[in-house]
């Protein structure tokens, strides 16, 4: 779930610009902002890095790291326990961080 940017539609956007209502990628940032000096002047804000930790769906607070794909939401382990318990605990679940697979201590089908 990435942005695209609205200029190329090709490549991930990494910043928004509030004055043109556009995200960009790099290379068209470069394009559009650094040709004209009243464009280089646009505040522009970062946008999440692509592939960045998603946030959890439930508590909107904690990195995400599963994806339940029964319910479509992404939880964090705190939800996860609480969510998936009883008859939800067969809902298949897809590990979203790989590099904390160690801190999944439970098996989870
Ligand atoms: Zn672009
Ligand atoms: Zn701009
Ligand atoms: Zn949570
Ligand atoms: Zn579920």
Redesign the pocket.
């Given at each position: 779930m990435r942005t695209l940017c609205d200029v190329c539609e090709n490549a991930a956007a990494i910043l928004f610009c509030a004055a043109d209502e556009a995200a960009l990628c790099r290379a068209c940032d470069d394009k559009v902002h650094l040709c004209n000096k009243l464009a280089s002047r646009h505040v522009r804000v970062g946008l999440a890095v692509p592939n960045a930790v998603p946030r959890c769906d439930i508590c909107e607070n904690e990195p995400a790291f599963f994806y339940?794909e029964?319910?479509g939401t992404s939880l964090c382990l705190q939800c996860d326990m609480s969510?998936?318990v009883g008859g939800?605990r067969t809902?298949g679940?897809y590990l979203l961080l790989r590099q904390r697979v160690e801190v999944c201590v439970s098996p989870l089908y």
């Open positions: 339940c029964v319910d969510v998936h939800k809902h679940r």
